[in-house]
């Protein structure tokens, strides 16, 4: 063998063993470092949230409607949602919820009145009443002479409350008032357009599309979450049963929980691009409809913390500087921790009866005043 080729093969291998120490080297660096933080978690007093994979289901998923050209659900229909959790060991049904809708496909039991003038609530599944026994229906009962109409829809963000007003309007009766209900998130939701099938119903927007609700299947909660992870995702023939059985084994650990937390809140900062944008709607809604009240209720953490948030506090100075009847809802109601479910973040029974009695106080002053005010001209 020529000695040159001889002595570019010992250079060969010797880069090839360098590259491997190297590697070697990095690969135990990253071990060892990983060790180091999970022992450092588990030791110290710093508290990991724990991570839970929460699913949504439907038993009637084309019933939900676009909430786009269209709100709520599909006229008279009889609708099943709840909610299954799981910590990646275990799987249970967090709430399991059957309702009925009116003419219109709203959550309450009165139909609606073309001859009418009604006062519109406006709000996100707080306003439905996701998780429980829809709470409008006992607002209705309390206050029997009052019209009212809701159009509380899960997932929706100011953007969607705007364009529900006038749709409301213009096919099913006219609008006197406006309540809204609300929490800081809707201020930093998307506009998205649901997609529904036989199979479930997706959230989408800006080209991005994510399962929401999932068919529901006569099977045990850990098979129904189980189905969720191999469900395909619009427009995609890939499934996340990968990432899922991947996810498994990270949150195992209390380094990977910090990662995963840390991920969501870097998450939540996109979340601001969508401010302006709700900031514009609302503006445009207050401008164009009478608003009786905008109550402002504490999400869970804020509950368990009993502190608004520094979005809730962005979101309340907005309110305050653009005039309208801002009730605190931290004061008002006054919703605890105890007053949400354990895993999920919607209010529990307590808590939506805790809301409807706010509510219903609301309406009635607003009733009172308006009546003092016409009795004096």
């Known amino acids: 063998m020529p000695a040159s080729r001889k002595h570019a093969g010992i250079l060969t291998y010797r880069l090839k063993r360098t590259l491997l120490e190297w590697v070697s080297a990095i690969l ?3 071990g060892l470092a990983i060790l180091a933080g999970e022992l450092t978690l588990r030791l110290s ?3 990991v949230t724990p991570i839970l994979n929460g699913v949504y289901f439907s038993e009637h998923p084309h019933y939900f409607r676009d909430q786009h050209n269209a709100f709520g659900y599909e006229p008279f229909s009889s609708n099943r949602e709840g909610a299954v959790y799981s910590d990646y060991k275990n799987a249970w049904v967090e709430y399991d919820v059957v309702f009925s809708v009116n003419n219109a496909g709203l959550v309450q039991r009165r139909t609606i009145d073309a001859s009418e003038r009604y006062t519109v609530l406006v709000g996100d599944s707080f306003m439905h009443g996701l998780g429980s026994r829809p709470w409008f229906y006992d607002l209705e009962e309390s206050l029997p002479s009052l019209r009212l109409a809701n159009l509380g829809v899960p997932g929706t963000g100011i953007q969607h409350w705007s364009k529900a007003v006038a749709w409301f309007e213009h096919l099913h009766a006219p609008v006197k008032k406006v309540g809204v209900i609300l929490i800081a998130d809707d201020f930093f939701r998307p506009y998205w357009i649901a997609r529904r ?3 479930g119903v997706a959230f989408c927007y800006e080209d991005q599309c994510g399962n929401v ?3 529901h299947q006569a099977v045990d909660p850990q098979t129904l ?16 049963w990968v990432r899922e059985k991947i996810r498994a084994i990270v949150v195992k650990l209390r380094l990977g929980e910090w990662a995963i937390n840390l991920k969501r809140s870097l998450m939540a900062s996109k979340a601001r691009d969508y401010f302006e944008l ?3 709607s609302f503006i445009e809604l207050a401008e ?12 869970k953490q804020e509950a368990l913390s009993n502190k608004w948030s520094s979005e809730s506090i962005e979101a309340r100075a907005f309110l ?4 309208v009847n801002y009730i605190d809802g931290m004061e008002m109601c006054p919703l605890t921790g105890d007053d949400f479910y354990r895993s999920d973040d919607h209010p529990n029974t307590i808590g939506y009866k805790k809301i409807q009695h706010c509510v219903a106080n609301l309406l009635a002053d607003e009733e009172l005043s308006t009546q003092r005010m016409t009795a004096a001209r």
Not at 225 to 240: H, L, M, V
């Open 288 to 299: 164009t409809h009478t608003l009786a009240f905008v109550l402002h209720l504490p999400e």
């Open 28 to 30: 135990l660096s990253i």
């Open 45 to 47: 007093s710093l508290k």
């Open 320 to 323: 305050k500087a653009n005039g």
């Open 278 to 280: 709700n900031k514009n």
């Open 213 to 215: 609700f999932i068919k």
């Open 225 to 240: 979450i189980e189905q969720w992870y191999e469900e395909p995702r619009w427009g995609s023939a890939n499934t996340d």
């Open 197 to 199: 099938s036989e199979r």
